[in-house]
Structures are given as structure tokens and as C-alpha cells.
């Protein structure tokens, strides 16, 4: 099974701060990595597929990139409605249909 | 608007079972699969099951092979989990999640959850 590790677990910030988030892959995986926004009490939301296909609807201060066993999640300026946590997830060898472990950004 | 409703989430004791439904509309229900995705209060997500449209291929997450069964009633539009011999492991909100059935085959819609509490 691929193993997915987020970094880092958790992450202060502020307001307008750029965020990066990091998920690196056990195995490479081309480009079957999906990013999805957790807020507390909510189901997930689909943010990025394909490593770096936005959803519609999604703000394009989201942006994905990586291929192969590392990828990267980044917020250009954090907004108050981001402070969230966030899974990366492996389509490419399933099944299991891998998460990451979260991870959970906080206001700073 | 796509829309997935879980229900059926208790409380159930150890050893005992329950079974989950999950109504989907505003979709063709039958032309996607639907996955099962758990999460631990407080903990991250847990893949559990996937079923194909026609319903004709399920696939499980090791720990939960023998003890869960995914099915679906094209018919009525709803996906199910029927769950037996319950641990303690197994308290968690349970999600249905549509599989988008193309590119990197994302979950893009889910259900809001229903959560089950295995306890005596």
C-alpha cells in the first residue's frame, strides 16, 4: 500500500501569510494526488485533483504542483475561512484509497 | 445540486451490528461509485469500502474484509454499509462519498456524516 506523509502536522499563521504544505508518497504515484479542506464539524471538500487541478468554485490562491512522490499544497494569502485541516489522498494503487494524516493550520 | 445524505449512526454495543444508508440525489446514481470514508472523533480519514455503479464490485480497507458489506439500490438511489461484530475501533462518523469516475478518480461530493459509537 502507498503510504502518505503530510508536513507538517499542524502550522500557525496569520492572515495573509503564504502557506506551504508537503505530502510526500511512499511510492511513486505520477500524478493521482488529491487535496481536500476539512473545517471542524464539516465533511471534506475537494479542493485539488491531479496534483494540480483546481475544482470550480475553489479560490485560485490554492494552487497544487508535484508529481512522482512529492507534492505541494500552497495558499498564496491566507483568508479567515482557510484555518482548516487538509488531507492529501492517493488515487494511483487502489485499493486503499490512502490519506494523509491531516494537516491542521491555525490562526497564529 | 448533487447531494449525499448518510443516516442510520448510534450507539451499539461491542459485538453488535448496524447498518448505514446514504440517499444520494441530483445525480445520475448509478453511472458512479461511491465510496465509505471514516474518521476517528478527533483523528484524520480512514478509507472503508468502495462499490461500483452497477454495484457488481466492492472493495474493502484489511480491517474491515468479513465484517462490513457495501451495497446499493440503484433502484432507490442509496447506498448502504451494513457493519457486524463492532469494536470499539470502529467508533466513527462514516461519510458516503461520490468517486468522480475520471482523471484521478477524486471524491468530490460527500455526505455529511452519521456517527457511530461502539460503547457498552
Known amino acids: 500500500d502507498i503510504q502518505l506523509t503530510q508536513s507538517p502536522s499542524s502550522l500557525s499563521a496569520s492572515v495573509g501569510d503564504r502557506v506551504t504544505i508537503t505530502c510526500r508518497a511512499s511510492q511513486t504515484m505520477s500524478s493521482y494526488l488529491n487535496w481536500y479542506q476539512q473545517k471542524p464539524g464539516r465533511a471534506p471538500r475537494l479542493l485539488i485533483s491531479a496534483a494540480s487541478s483546481l475544482q470550480s468554485g475553489v479560490p485560485s490562491r490554492f494552487s497544487g504542483s508535484g508529481s512522482g512522490t512529492e507534492f505541494t499544497l500552497i495558499i498564496s494569502s491566507l483568508e479567515p475561512e482557510d484555518f482548516a485541516t487538509y488531507y492529501c489522498q492517493q488515487s494511483y494503487n487502489t485499493p486503499p484509497y490512502t490519506f494523509g494524516q491531516g494537516t491542521k493550520l491555525e490562526i497564529k | 445540486e448533487v447531494q449525499l445524505v448518510a443516516s442510520g449512526g448510534r450507539v451499539v454495543q461491542p459485538g453488535g451490528s448496524l447498518r448505514l444508508s446514504c440517499e444520494a440525489s441530483?445525480?445520475?446514481?448509478?453511472?458512479?461509485?461511491v465510496h465509505w470514508v471514516r474518521q476517528a472523533p478527533g483523528k484524520g480519514l480512514e478509507w472503508v469500502s468502495l462499490i461500483s455503479g452497477d454495484g457488481d464490485r466492492t472493495y474493502y480497507a484489511d480491517s474491515m474484509k468479513g465484517r462490513f458489506t457495501v451495497s446499493r439500490d440503484n433502484n432507490k438511489n442509496s447506498l448502504f454499509l451494513e457493519m457486524t461484530s463492532l469494536r470499539s475501533e470502529d467508533t466513527a462518523f462514516y461519510y458516503c462519498a461520490r468517486d468522480s469516475g475520471s482523471g484521478t478518480y477524486p471524491f468530490d461530493y460527500w455526505g455529511q456524516g452519521t456517527l457511530v459509537t461502539v460503547s457498552s
Open positions: 441530483g445525480f445520475s446514481f448509478d453511472d458512479f461509485a
